[in-house]
């Protein structure tokens, strides 16, 4: 992988851009043409997008985009297709190589360049910082102690699910040193000092399927495969975890349940999804609330009345909820940092014998047992009576009413 140094001939715009970005803690980096007259740069930051140049010229734009390329070793001279790269840039406040992950598409005006800032803070990997609800902490590391089969972590892209699974390894190999613990990712996220982590490469025909394949004849006890993407990755991982092997997986899913809709669309067995299955943990992000930066939210507000409608909040709340100080909408909570929102799912026997019979989702709801079952909207509660996010951030997570056509 390219190493970048900051040295003084660097073009002035990307170093200013990088600086910026890792100074402002975001995630990612959003480089967009408008068209043949230039483009703009944004910053995803807590989930926000932050414009922080608006008007490009055309040429400085190309250079930048091509200095991009050239530092993580891609074609430039290919406009036409998608890349993916990654460099490093040392990182001289931090102490640190701060790794960058590039994804270029053509688009109209030219390409498209996402740069993903990978900063893994040693904190998150343990799961009681992860989790700040300890019974749901506690609840998880019950789901995870299992000997064998399959959990599963599910949220959308850049929920932070390949945390929660670091955090989850992380725990068993400090229950249990003699473990085998092997991983699959697309691309290795951190490095774990007790695991053999290898790199999909499917230039060389080793994905998913083919390295799991490989693995179960190796001996482990533990298998993280970094996602299910498809009916034959989904089926492995069943597979193994069926073989006296504990497996975690990812998979992009919104809530606990849609995992098993998910995984019936994928056309796993249901004999073999109730068999393999121990549990579901499904997960979103949230900005997290500054004490000293917060503001007590009117109880009439609105946001109030549509969190009780959502049973969020019970229907005599008539505590303080807060939002930080001047905001009133959607992502004005935006402090330094985001908290995760938890769902998570034990399967149960009755829910075992549901999946196996392809029972349909309304069924798989009402077998919910608030004993094995904590819901978004419990997690949620929980937060907004701390203090920790704000009623307008949590409303974002729970589906909006559909509108009304006129007659």
């Not at 998150?124 to 300890?134: E, K, P, T």
């Not at 970094?226 to 919104?254: C, K, N, P, Q």
């Not at 500054?290 to 939210?297: D, F, G, H, I, Y």
Request: charged share 25%; glycine share 6%; hydrophobic share 40%.
């Amino acid at each position: 992988m390219p190493i970048a140094t900051a040295q003084p001939d660097e073009d002035d715009l990307l170093r200013e851009l990088l600086t910026r970005a890792i100074r402002s803690n975001a995630s990612d980096i959003h480089i967009e043409p408008f068209d043949e007259h230039g483009g703009r740069i944004r910053l995803r930051v807590d989930g926000s997008m932050v414009p922080i140049r608006t008007a490009i010229p055309p040429q400085i734009f190309q250079q930048l985009a091509s200095r991009i390329k050239v530092m993580s070793d891609l074609d430039i001279s290919n406009i036409r297709t998608p890349q993916d790269g990654r460099f490093l840039v040392l990182s001289l406040s931090l102490g640190r190589r701060i790794e960058f992950r590039v994804s270029v598409t053509p688009c109209l005006g030219g390409e498209k360049l996402v740069l993903r800032i990978v900063i893994p803070n040693p904190r998150f990997l343990d799961l009681d910082n992860l989790i700040v609800w300890q019974p749901v902490a506690a609840f998880v590391k019950q789901i995870i102690q299992t000997p064998s089969g399959l959990v599963l972590v599910t949220g959308p892209t850049g929920a932070g699910k390949t945390t929660t699974l670091y955090a989850a390894l992380n725990a068993i190999e400090g229950w249990d040193h003699t473990l085998n613990i092997v991983t699959i990712e697309d691309p290795v996220e951190h490095n774990l000092k007790f695991a053999a982590q290898i790199q999909v490469q499917r230039d060389l025909n080793l994905d998913f399927s083919n390295i799991l394949r490989t693995i179960l004849r190796q001996d482990p006890d533990v298998i993280l495969v970094g996602e299910i993407r498809d009916e034959e990755s989904a089926a492995m991982a069943l597979e193994a975890a069926m073989t006296g092997h504990l497996v975690f997986s990812s998979l992009h899913t919104y809530s606990a349940l849609e995992t098993l809709v998910r995984l019936h669309d994928l056309q796993v067995k249901p004999y073999l999804l109730a068999s393999a299955l121990k549990g579901v943990i499904s997960q979103q992000l949230l900005p997290r609330l500054s004490p000293a930066n917060r503001e007590p939210v009117p109880p009439d507000a609105p946001v109030v009345a549509r969190l009780k409608e959502l049973e969020v909040l019970e229907a005599d709340w008539s505590g303080t909820l807060y939002r930080a100080k001047g905001g009133t909408g959607a992502g004005s909570s935006a402090e330094p940092g985001r908290i995760a929102v938890y769902e998570i799912m034990l399967i149960t026997d009755r829910l075992r014998d549901l999946i196996d019979r392809s029972a349909t989702r309304t069924e798989l709801e009402q077998a919910l047992d608030p004993r094995y079952f904590f819901s978004f909207a419990r997690y949620c509660r929980f937060l907004l009576k701390q203090g920790l996010v704000s009623p307008e951030d949590a409303e974002q997570i729970f589906p909006k009413k559909p509108v009304s056509l006129p007659d």
